[in-house]
């Protein structure tokens, strides 16, 4: 049983930059997917980043490409979103997510397994 848990996120003005942290227990020998993902109030859930695991292999919703930066730390078993450059639309309750892969050339951006509790960004104009 894979256990998520987010830190970080927080107030920031438009333009300005934030890191959210998973921390990340009960992992296998499985190869994993870690990704982050987004719920605006009365919205559904989208896509923001994933890693995987091994290889470090990545990718984005092109709504924040050049602008977030996903990685992950063997060491901690943390993995992070780093933001920049945020905007209002970015506002959000930000949730980490995982799931097992067999293929790790494909980076998942759907069907995940575990989830954490979430952390709120809010980018104020």
């Known amino acids: 049983q894979v256990q998520l848990v987010e830190s970080g996120g927080g107030v920031v003005q438009a333009g300005g930059s934030l890191r959210v942290s998973c921390a990340v227990s009960?992992?296998?020998?499985?190869?994993?997917?870690m990704g982050w993902f987004r719920q605006a109030p009365g919205e559904e859930r989208d896509f923001v980043a994933a890693?995987?695991?091994?290889?470090?292999?990545?990718g984005y919703a092109d709504s924040v490409k050049g602008r977030f930066t996903i990685s992950r730390d063997n060491a901690k078993n943390t993995v992070d979103l780093q933001m920049s450059s945020l905007k209002p639309e970015d506002t959000a309750l930000y949730y980490c997510?995982?799931?097992?892969?067999?293929?790790?050339?494909?980076?998942?951006?759907?069907?995940?397994?575990?989830w954490g509790q979430g952390a709120q960004v809010t980018v104020s104009s």
């Open positions: 890693i995987i695991w091994s290889d470090g292999g990545t």
């Open positions: 997510a995982a799931r097992i892969i067999v293929y790790p050339g494909y980076v998942p951006k759907s069907a995940y397994t575990w």
């Open positions: 009960g992992r296998t020998d499985s190869d994993y997917a």
